[in-house]
């Protein structure tokens, strides 16, 4: 009896330690947690769309790009940490609607169909869509020319928007294409007779490389770029973003950025 009291004694020691051992680790998780809580150290995920220059795009393993150099200053200035998600830019929004996204950066155009389910920042970048063709096309020079020609576009993009609501009154055929490489291409094979962009992100790609294409005409709108976040959702991240994008405007680091890119604007 003596001996099974002493086991039963030292079996209730072994335990009780145990529980404290454990309750002891437990609050330290705890601690933890509350010192770089998730608030603190969850980066906000941004989505981008790198096929995207001089806006977005991967340059030896790096993004980069004016929204990419423009957000990551907004970030540092508001002190929040920023985690990028390249995807095919008509992903995006869907994206921030399931959850997967926080806020967006990729030269998206500020319309009011977006608006119904996102809220965007002050505007950033004043763009507008213009037609490109092949350098030797002579025929295309205003959408009053594409009466019977193939119009290439990107999908998802207010570019694939003019010219869905404009095709029965030019008569043109719409392709759609994930990125903009592969519209460009389409018209640089013949394959298509023009294509619809964004004037900054076709001028720098044609100078940046031989495409063989041009712009012609007038611009067909007057786009402006802004940052978004989900409708209703993150609004204190949003006002940041206002704030910082004012402050860079003032200090005149914005300038400095789109002159990396853009040195004529």
């Known amino acids: 009896m003596k001996k099974f009291g002493l086991f039963s004694l030292l079996l209730i020691f072994v335990f009780v330690l145990a529980a404290c051992g454990s309750e002891e680790s437990s609050g330290s998780d705890s601690d933890t947690g509350g010192e770089n809580g998730s608030e603190e150290t969850t980066a906000y995920r941004v989505g981008i769309d790198t096929t995207y220059p001089p806006f977005e795009f991967e340059e030896n393993g790096e993004y ?55 809220d965007f920042s002050d505007p950033y970048f004043d763009a507008g869509l213009t037609l490109v063709v092949q350098e030797e096309n002579e025929e295309i020079s205003s959408p009053e020319d594409l009466a019977g020609k193939t119009v290439a576009v990107k999908k998802g993009t207010t570019g694939a928007t003019w010219a869905n609501e404009h095709r029965d009154e030019y ?4 392709v759609q294409f994930n990125d903009s490489p592969a519209m460009f291409q389409e018209v640089t094979n013949g394959n298509a007779d023009v294509l619809i962009e964004d004037y900054p992100v076709i001028a720098y790609a044609i100078s940046q490389n031989d495409l063989g294409l041009k712009t ?5 709108n007057g786009d402006q770029y802004g940052i978004a976040v989900l409708k209703g959702e993150n609004q ?3 006002e940041k973003i ?23 604007e």
């Open 64 to 118: 980069t790009g004016i929204d990419i150099d423009l957000i990551n200053a907004i970030a540092e200035n508001q002190d929040f940490e920023i985690e990028f998600n390249p995807m095919d830019f008509g992903g995006i929004i869907p994206a921030m609607q399931a959850g997967q996204l926080d806020v967006a950066i990729a030269g998206m155009s500020i319309t009011e169909d977006r608006k119904k389910v996102v």
């Open 236 to 238: 204190d991240l949003l």
């Open 216 to 220: 012609v005409g007038d611009r067909l």
């Open 171 to 174: 008569g043109m055929e719409v």
């Open 242 to 264: 206002n704030t910082g994008l004012q402050e860079l405007r003032d200090s005149g680091e914005y300038d400095e950025i789109l002159n990396k890119y853009l040195s004529e």
